[in-house]
């Protein structure tokens, strides 16, 4: 009986295993970042909460009921209620929906705002950008908060009026994080090969610039978040953003929060602590992002090979070298 040999495919054996993106990211996030994916924990709370407030929430944001004013937390109201008897809990939740609401679109239109400008001063570059970042420059000279309440107090209060501000006043200042990104990748060659071959600039932005500097368009959506959603809340503290009943964190820190302290401190306590949890964990998350996704960041090796430290010289081998040794080259 003639011996029978089982063929094994060793390289099909010590293969990565290939995993898609977002897999990838998420296993990576959890094995590496244990603080960042606490941020997008929290990240997630937050909007899953606020899709399904009308859900979550006991009662209405705005259903007052005198005789239960100031009332401490109990059964019937998990957290207390405010000066005009209404739920805390109810209205913390329906501020989570608004700061999602607020922070969702205004960071999309302000990444519209940068992507626009950035992408344009850093692929024409000349006259243009030197004339498009003199006057980013001048923009980003003016403090932030000054600029939001003046053109607050020129086009009035509400949401949308909110949404169109923060996004200006944050598309503006991030378009030189876009335009950097641009001119770093614009001088590769397979940008330079295009041109040469006769591509057109709309064709040379869309697919191959654009495409390109997506790691650092998505890390920027996720850090510029937290700061739409924290100033939203001090505009409304000062009393130019979503006018009341809208339960923004904001404005229940500001009128009823402080007047109220000493006797309901919950009013004040709640709406802050909320939205210092919320800050933070998505602060967190989007420094593990731009960790994970920028390549310049992830090491040499990555995470994508096994490897293992060999004795003697000290250097870092492939398993697949130390079982089956180097492959020495033909002369």
């Known amino acids: 009986m ?53 859900t979550l929430a006991p009662y209405g944001y705005n259903d007052i009921n005198p005789v239960d004013a100031l009332k401490h937390p109990s059964s019937k109201y998990l957290l207390g209620t405010d ?25 999309a239109l302000s990444i519209v705002i940068s992507t626009v400008i950035g992408i344009t001063s850093g692929f024409i570059g000349g006259k243009y950008d030197m004339v498009v970042q003199r006057f980013v420059d ?19 209060p509400g949401m949308w009026q909110i949404i169109f501000v923060l996004a200006l006043q944050f598309g ?49 959506f996720t850090t510029r978040l937290a700061a739409i959603i924290l100033a939203e809340a001090s505009l409304s503290f000062l009393g130019l953003g979503i006018p009341p009943p809208a339960p923004s964190w904001g404005g229940m820190l500001s009128s009823t929060g402080r007047q109220y302290m000493l006797i ?25 992002m731009r960790d994970l996704l920028d390549p310049r960041l992830r090491g040499g090796g990555g995470s994508y090979s096994v490897k293992k430290k060999s004795k003697g010289d000290g250097k ?10 180097e492959k020495k080259g033909r002369n």
């Open 172 to 220: 503006i200042a991030g378009s030189r994080i876009i335009r950097g990104a641009t001119m770093s990748t614009k001088e590769n060659m397979y940008v330079r090969a295009a041109d040469a071959i006769g591509a057109s600039t709309p064709r040379l932005l869309l697919r191959h610039i654009l495409p390109n500097i997506m790691a650092p368009i998505i890390i920027l």
């Open 2 to 54: 003639a011996n029978s040999f089982v063929s094994i495919d060793v390289e099909h054996i010590f293969a990565p295993v290939r995993r898609g993106f977002v897999a990838d990211f998420f296993i990576r996030l959890f094995k590496e970042k244990h603080l960042g994916a606490v941020g997008g924990i929290i990240f997630l709370i937050l909007l899953l909460t606020g899709i399904f407030a009308d």
């Open 264 to 288: 309901a401190p919950m009013m004040a306590l709640l709406p802050g602590l909320s939205l210092t949890i919320v800050v933070y964990g998505i602060n967190v998350f989007g420094d593990a």
């Open 316 to 325: 870092s081998k492939d398993l697949k070298t130390l079982i089956f040794g």
């Open 138 to 156: 001048g923009w980003m000279c003016f403090p932030g908060l000054v600029i939001l309440i003046v053109a607050v107090s020129v086009i009035g």
């Open 83 to 107: 000066n005009l008897g209404r739920d805390m809990l109810s209205r913390i939740i329906y501020g989570a929906r608004l700061s999602v609401i607020v922070s969702f679109a205004a960071t």
